[in-house]
C-alpha cells in the first residue's frame, strides 16, 4: 500500500518569513496530493490540492510543487503570519481510489 | 451550517461497552469516508461508502469495527467491546465524488477507560 513520510514534525518561522514542508510516497499510481490544515479540536481543512497533471499550483501565499519522477512534493507558505501556526498534513490518493494516506503531520509555529 | 456534523463530540465507554458514531455528510455528497487519528498523528483511513454501498473496508482494525450508510446519507460508526486502544479520534469526510476533495467533520474524541 501507500506510504507517505512528511517532514519535517516541527518548524518554528518568524512572523514574515517562507515555511517549506516537504512529502515523499511510494505508490506510483497516486495522481491526487491534498494538504490540510488542522487547528486544535477541528477536523483538517483542505488548503490547497494538485494532481499529477500538473507540476505547481499557487493559491496567494500558498503554492504547491510535484516531482512525479521522485515522487515527491512540497508545501510553500511565504510571508507567513500567526494564524499561520497549525498542523498541516499532506496526503496522496491513486487513481479511482477514494482513500487518502496521510503523512504523520508538521506543527507549524509563527512566532510574531 | 452546510459542512459535514459528527456526534457526539466526545464519548467516555468503559472498556467492552459498546460505542455508536454518527456522520451527516454534506447534502449531496456520494462519497463518505472514516478515518482514525491517534494523537500526533495523521488520520488512518478506516472506511469507504459510495452511496449506500462500502466499496472499501480494508483499513477497519478488526471485526470489532462496523459501519453502514443504509440510506447513502448519514452513517454510523460502530465499536463493539471497546478496548483501550480505540481512544483516538474518528473524523468523517464526505466528497461530491471520489475524486474530488473531501470536507472533513471535526471529529468524535472517544476515551476509553
Known amino acids: 500500500g501507500e506510504n507517505v513520510e512528511q517532514h519535517p514534525s516541527t518548524l518554528s518561522v518568524q512572523e514574515g518569513d517562507s515555511a517549506v514542508i516537504k512529502c515523499t510516497y511510494s505508490?506510483?499510481?497516486?495522481?491526487?496530493f491534498p494538504w490540510y490544515k488542522q487547528e486544535l479540536g477541528k477536523g483538517p481543512q483542505l488548503i490547497i490540492d494538485?494532481?499529477?497533471?500538473?507540476g505547481e499550483k499557487k493559491d496567494q501565499r500558498i503554492a504547491v510543487t510535484l516531482n512525479k519522477t521522485a515522487k515527491h512534493f512540497s508545501l510553500h507558505i511565504t510571508e507567513t503570519q500567526p494564524e499561520d501556526s497549525a498542523v498541516y498534513f499532506c496526503?496522496?490518493?491513486?487513481?479511482?481510489?477514494?482513500?487518502?494516506?496521510f503523512g504523520d503531520g508538521t506543527t507549524l509555529t509563527v512566532k510574531p | 451550517g452546510a459542512g459535514v456534523s459528527q456526534s457526539p463530540r466526545y464519548k467516555v465507554a468503559k472498556r467492552g461497552q459498546d460505542v455508536a458514531l454518527r456522520c451527516d455528510p454534506i447534502?449531496?455528497?456520494?462519497?463518505l469516508f472514516w478515518y482514525q487519528q491517534a494523537l500526533g498523528q495523521g488520520p488512518e483511513f478506516l472506511t469507504y461508502?459510495?452511496?449506500?454501498?462500502?466499496?472499501?473496508k480494508s483499513g477497519l482494525p478488526s471485526d470489532r469495527f462496523f459501519a453502514e450508510r443504509p440510506e447513502g446519507s448519514v452513517s454510523t460508526l460502530k465499536i463493539q467491546r471497546t478496548q483501550q486502544e480505540d481512544s483516538a479520534v474518528y473524523l468523517c469526510a464526505s466528497s461530491g465524488d471520489r475524486a474530488r476533495p473531501q470536507h472533513f467533520g471535526d471529529g468524535t474524541r472517544l476515551s476509553i477507560l
Open positions: 494538485i494532481r499529477s497533471n500538473v
Open positions: 496526503a496522496a490518493s491513486p487513481t479511482n481510489a477514494g482513500k487518502s494516506t
Open positions: 461508502f459510495q452511496n449506500e454501498a462500502q466499496l472499501d
Open positions: 447534502s449531496g455528497h456520494v462519497s
Open positions: 505508490d506510483s499510481a497516486s495522481n491526487y
